[in-house]
């Protein structure tokens, strides 16, 4: 199945539909993408995580602001991630800026998070060396004790989003033979208009 590129208007909107069409088909995890930073030390690192939301300004994820993307994120606030659904023979992928998400969207995302999950946000030192893993495990078991008679986990201040600002998205469909189709959206900044282009694949 070929792109129409004439039928995409509006190229961020236009992840969110394909994403759609991946839960009906992918067993587990469609909204899993590979996400990849550069830090001073100017090597790439990358790593699966889960995209959360799309929204108009862009996409969001969430993390330990202590792990190493978050660090090679405050040294280098641009990232590119990768969509790819195995069931579709399709993949998204976007490049841009990077910045911080609201305290407010923040909040409201970790409180949609189970329990086990809150508690290990606050317990995890993400990215740092682990002594034992029992400790930890007592130290998620030790949370979830303590805030029991709580109505919610509050955020930990070192736990929150991002959202990536899209400068270059292309969707790619495999055709046969290797004959994929390839459409690319480009722009100079977040208030620009999109340009568009088909590329050879």
Request: glycine share 4%.
């Given at each position: 199945?070929?792109?129409?590129?004439?039928?995409?208007?509006?190229?961020?909107?236009?992840?969110?539909?394909?994403?759609?069409?991946?839960?009906?088909?992918?067993?587990?995890?469609?909204?899993a993408?590979?996400?990849?930073?550069v830090?001073?030390?100017?090597?790439?690192?990358?790593?699966?995580?889960?995209?959360?939301?799309?929204a108009?300004?862009?996409l969001?994820?969430?993390?330990?602001?202590?792990?190493?993307?978050?660090?090679e994120?405050?040294?280098?606030?641009?990232a590119?991630?990768?969509l790819?659904?195995?069931?579709?023979?399709?993949q998204?992928r976007?490049r841009?800026t990077?910045s911080?998400?609201?305290?407010?969207?923040?909040?409201?995302?970790?409180?949609?998070?189970h329990p086990?999950?809150?508690?290990?946000?606050?317990?995890?030192?993400?990215?740092?060396?682990?002594?034992?893993?029992?400790?930890?495990?007592?130290d998620v078991?030790?949370?979830?004790?303590?805030?029991?008679?709580?109505?919610?986990?509050?955020?930990?201040?070192?736990?929150?989003?991002?959202?990536?600002?899209?400068?270059?998205?292309?969707?790619?469909?495999?055709?046969?033979?290797?004959?994929?189709?390839?459409?690319v959206?480009?722009?100079?900044?977040?208030?620009?208009?999109w340009?568009?282009?088909?590329l050879?694949?």
């Open positions: 199945m070929n792109i129409d590129m004439n039928s995409i208007t509006d190229p961020i909107a236009h992840i969110q539909q394909w994403l759609d069409e991946a839960e009906k088909t992918e067993s587990r995890d469609p909204n993408m590979s996400l990849a930073t830090g001073a030390d100017m090597l790439p690192d990358i790593r699966t995580v889960l995209l959360k939301e799309i108009a300004e862009g969001y994820f969430y993390t330990n602001k202590g792990s190493a993307k978050a660090k994120l405050a040294e280098n606030p641009q590119a991630i990768c790819y659904w195995k069931s579709l023979n399709r998204v976007v841009g990077v911080a998400a609201s305290n407010k969207k923040s909040d409201a995302y970790f409180a949609t998070r086990q999950s809150q508690a290990g946000a606050w317990a995890s030192r993400q990215s740092q060396p682990m002594e034992s893993r029992e400790t930890f495990e007592k078991k030790d949370l979830l004790h303590k805030y029991k008679d709580e109505s919610a986990i509050p955020r930990p201040p070192h736990w929150g989003g991002y959202v990536i600002v899209p400068l270059s998205i292309e969707f790619w469909q495999e055709g046969e033979y290797r004959l994929h189709t390839r459409c959206f480009t722009r100079n900044n977040e208030d620009s208009p340009d568009k282009a088909v050879y694949p």
